[in-house]
């Protein structure tokens, strides 16, 4: 029983690859060097994560056979992985995904739930801990984090996805299902407040309190997932927009993120005050002014440059 109530108390509260690059400003110079990984040492010792680093980007494919059921041991790994790529200005972007087409993440482990302690009167925490806080950690990383849904996702595994940045799913496969009301329970990792924040409160309460399956292409409308991808193109469009941010100027991307997040925040005056605050210190690092310049020289400002911007973005660094 004490086993089970640190397990509780845990949760709950308590090869190197590098690109063609042409005649680079040396701020771009700067991008391309940092884009350049090797695999950390930590990396071999997940046992329920595959862990590959490449152009800047961090990928963790969940390999937890026969469904991938979020058990304490899958839970640590996905918390120790959040807290080191956070950390590791290497890494430039996240990506979550699963060697199972058919499931991302079930659901948090059932059987280990039966096992939380009940004796006493419940008690209400005044610190984010546990299961929330694993979520938060992806939620506010200086980096964005990204969850490709091949399959199904309910439970936990879909308050963590909807704890990260973006959420990609397959046309006809990807299925969104909050299961635990019907359990008599309620999505206590997050859930109860994730959802409504994006899908509003009406959708939020059909998928609670209903139980039941969203698919994908009414998660896409509602604002669960970004987009609904063809399934044999999801892995290779998530990984390309991966790399991609990954190729940007890290401030940039860390500070507009967390401009983003103000806006769950802070009132709108707030917000604005806020986001001008972080502008002017944009302007102020090394890769503003080479970036711009380097905008310039491209094209940008003239009508065949503005006519292919998606693109132009990407030459700025020299991906």
Excluded at 47 to 58: M, W
Excluded at 289 to 295: A, G, I, L, W
């Amino acid at each position: 029983m004490r086993q089970l109530n640190r397990t509780y108390e845990h949760l709950f509260g308590q090869a190197p690859n590098r690109c063609l690059f042409g005649d680079l400003t040396t701020s771009a110079r700067k991008m391309r060097d940092a884009l350049i990984m090797s695999p950390s040492d930590e990396d071999n010792t997940y046992h329920l994560l595959h862990i590959t680093r490449e152009r800047g980007v961090a990928f963790a494919t969940i390999d937890a056979p026969p469904v991938n059921v979020m058990t304490p041991s899958l839970f640590k790994e996905l918390a120790k992985f959040g807290t080191s790529v956070a950390d590791d200005a290497s890494v430039r972007a996240v990506v979550l995904r699963s060697a199972d087409p058919d499931f991302f993440i079930a659901h948090f482990d059932v059987s280990a739930i039966l096992q939380f302690p009940v004796e006493g009167e419940a008690v209400r925490p005044t610190e984010i801990a546990g299961f929330h806080a694993m979520c938060e950690t992806y939620r506010l990383m200086p980096k964005p984090t990204i969850v490709e849904l091949a399959g199904r996702v309910g439970g936990g595994g879909s308050e963590l996805a909807m704890s990260c940045d973006m959420r990609f799913g397959a046309i006809g496969k990807t299925t969104i299902n909050q299961m635990e009301v019907p359990l008599g329970i309620l999505p206590g990792g997050t859930g109860t407040q994730r959802l409504p924040r994006l899908v509003g409160r009406n959708r939020a309460m059909e998928i609670i309190l209903g139980g039941v399956d969203i698919d994908s292409q009414t998660a896409e409308s509602w604002g669960y997932l970004n987009r609904a991808i063809a399934p044999e193109d999801l892995s290779q469009f998530v990984s390309d927009f991966a790399y991609r941010i990954a190729s940007f100027p890290p401030t940039a991307v860390a500070l507009a993120k967390e401009s983003v997040n103000n806006a769950d925040t802070l009132p709108l005056r707030e917000g604005m005050l806020e986001e001008q605050y972080l502008f002017q210190q944009l302007l102020r690092t090394e890769e503003a002014k080479p970036s711009m310049e380097r905008f310039l020289e491209l094209g940008g400002q003239t009508r065949s440059g503005e006519k292919r911007m998606g693109d132009l973005a990407t030459e700025i660094s020299g991906t």
